[in-house]
């Protein structure tokens, strides 16, 4: 069991290693788009296709992920950091504030991101205060740009290239 001092060391190592931002997306059961940033994004296999991330269980949308089987992961792209702010704020309807659509999949799209993952839910672990999803990639779209990165609490992005 970690103590505080260890909780705050994991915290401050972790918060000084680069991830990429996303924000994941699906539809509540009246078709309502919902969505959240989040940085614990992986691909998982190539064969089947699959890729992982988590939600806190204290969020109040991991029902609606669990309940729906299906989201989408979109990579954030460079000059997409206001969409982090939006999408981690409480009480706001976060899809007014952008340009998304929906897929042909029912599942909402936002616009400009440098990666969108459509997946199906394959499987969800309960693993400590979080939920692990991983899911089956059924669509994908894939864009010449930079990433948006988290490093040290801010986001931002340095020039990667993209090579396929």
Not at 15 to 38: Q, R, S
Not at 73 to 99: C, G, P, T, Y
Request: hydrophobic residues 40%; charged residues 20%; glycine residues 6%.
């Amino acid at each position: 069991m970690l103590n505080k001092a260890d909780e705050h060391l994991f915290k401050a190592a972790l918060g000084n290693y680069p991830t990429g931002v996303a924000i994941v997306t699906t539809v509540d059961n009246e078709g309502h788009p919902v969505g959240l940033t989040i940085n614990s994004f992986t691909s998982l296999s190539m064969d089947p296709l699959l890729v992982l991330w988590s939600i806190d269980h204290k969020s109040s949308s991991i029902h609606t992920f669990k309940e729906t089987g299906k989201f989408v992961v979109h990579l954030l792209a460079e000059d997409q950091n206001e969409l982090v702010r939006i999408f981690s704020k409480k009480d706001l309807d976060r899809f007014s504030e952008i340009n998304w659509s929906f897929s042909a999949n029912q599942l909402p799209i936002i616009e400009g991101a440098f990666a969108v993952f459509e997946c199906e839910t394959f499987q969800t672990i309960e693993a400590g205060d979080h939920t692990i999803f991983i899911g089956s990639v059924k669509n994908m779209q894939v864009k010449e740009k930079s990433p948006l990165l988290y490093h040290r609490r801010t986001v931002g992005s340095i020039p990667l290239g993209f090579h396929a």
